[in-house]
């Protein structure tokens, strides 16, 4: 089967850095994606990770461990404009569609 | 198109009737995918296309949903006989040939079945 879990909420302050678990175990690994979306838009594509390790593209970064299922997103820095629901997928191969877990809202205050 | 475009944006329509909606993918896009979000849930896919091979309709939820997708281009997604479970938002992605597997949203059609 397929499953992703990631945590439903977080609240984090302005400024500071929040990281968001995903774990998965699905049939066939391809790449981890993160999306961002914010209520009643699309989601966008924030990272992919196909390898183990760490991808940082300014504030965001993104790590994957295969062994492990496990991948998060760190957020530093973070901006009100950043409180939003963070999605993670998987692609389990090729053009095949992507299992996203439920998403993270994140909620940043001030 | 600069992106993907879907219209309706909101659709509010009563039990029983079918609905359309409808999805422009980016230009030159191969692969086509709806999926489904409801509230509180993440995206469950729904069907996929790619290039002229048969659709993967495997994440259907009944036979009352169809899709086709004319000229390699434009998809529409019918929902026949609708039911009040079937409120959702429903998202088109579409994605090139040659990429790693990044899809591109568009902003979602909301339906919502009285």
């Known amino acids: 089967g397929q499953n992703i879990d990631q945590p439903t909420e977080m609240t984090a302050t302005e400024g500071a850095i929040v990281q968001i678990n995903c774990t998965y175990q699905t049939s066939g690994f391809n790449g981890l994606f993160w999306y961002q979306q914010h209520a009643g838009e699309a989601p966008t594509f924030l990272s992919y990770n196909v390898l183990d390790g760490l991808e940082e593209k300014g504030r965001f970064s993104s790590f994957l461990s295969r062994s492990k299922g496990y991948s998060y997103l760190l957020l530093k820095e973070l901006q009100m404009k950043d409180s939003a629901s963070y999605l993670c997928?998987?692609?389990?191969?090729?053009?095949?569609?992507?299992?996203f877990g439920k998403g993270t809202r994140l909620s940043v205050i001030a | 198109g600069a992106g993907v475009s879907q219209s309706p944006s909101n659709k509010v329509t009563e039990k029983g009737k079918d609905v359309e909606l409808r999805c422009d993918p980016i230009?030159?896009?191969?692969?086509l995918y709806w999926y489904r979000q409801s509230l509180g849930q993440g995206l469950e896919f729904l069907i996929y296309?790619?290039?002229?091979?048969?659709?993967?309709k495997s994440g259907l939820p009944s036979d009352r949903f169809s899709a086709e997708r004319t000229g390699g281009s434009v998809s529409t997604l019918t929902i026949q006989r609708t039911q009040q479970e079937d409120s959702a938002v429903y998202l088109c992605a579409s994605k090139g040939a040659g990429t790693y597997n990044e899809q591109f949203f568009g902003p979602g059609t909301r339906l919502t079945v009285l």
């Open positions: 997928a998987v692609s389990p191969s090729g053009n095949t569609p992507l299992v």
């Open positions: 230009s030159g896009h191969t692969a």
């Open positions: 296309f790619q290039g002229n091979s048969a659709p993967d």
